[in-house]
């Protein structure tokens, strides 16, 4: 699957291990992350090297293409907000300063996945992938 891993690049990027453990099981899965440069020591910078309306477009033409939007929010940006939609991790501690649109969102193909420790993270990733696999499968036939 083509997969849109967001992170925010100008919010707090106090879960960077957490979301590179995310990206690791994702590409050992075998999936293609279209967003695997925003995890990137120079994220902030490369992104302010271009205008802002080609980041935009960029981005919307990976929405648009991706088969699953998975995001890392614990330190959530407006813009990690604005893409939001489908299997969002956040630490469990932090609950109380991710947005309420995330922790509220009850839209049918969204799946919020609180974890309490990194070492739960692994495992929680391969689960919902896998469990959106076979809907996307079960969706094509």
């Known amino acids: 699957m083509k997969i849109y891993l967001g992170f925010t690049v100008a919010g ?5 291990e957490a979301a590179k453990i995310i990206l690791n099981v994702l590409q050992s899965l075998g999936h293609e992350v ?5 995890l990137s020591d120079d994220a902030w910078e490369a992104d302010r090297s271009v205008p802002p309306q080609k980041i935009f477009a960029r981005d919307m033409n990976w929405l648009a293409q991706c088969d699953l939007f998975v995001a890392e929010v614990t330190g959530s940006s407006f813009g990690l907000g ?5 299997l969002l991790f956040f630490e469990r501690d932090a609950e109380r300063r991710i947005s309420l649109l995330i922790t509220g969102n009850t839209h049918a193909n969204c799946v919020l996945a609180p974890y309490s420790h990194l070492r739960e993270l692994e495992e929680l990733v391969r689960r919902h ?4 696999e076979l809907s996307a499968r ?4």
């Open 12 to 16: 707090s990027r106090s879960s960077i």
């Open 34 to 38: 279209l967003t695997s440069h925003l």
């Open 82 to 86: 604005f893409e939001t939609g489908y």
């Open 129 to 132: 992938v896998s469990a959106a």
């Open 138 to 141: 079960s969706d094509r036939t």
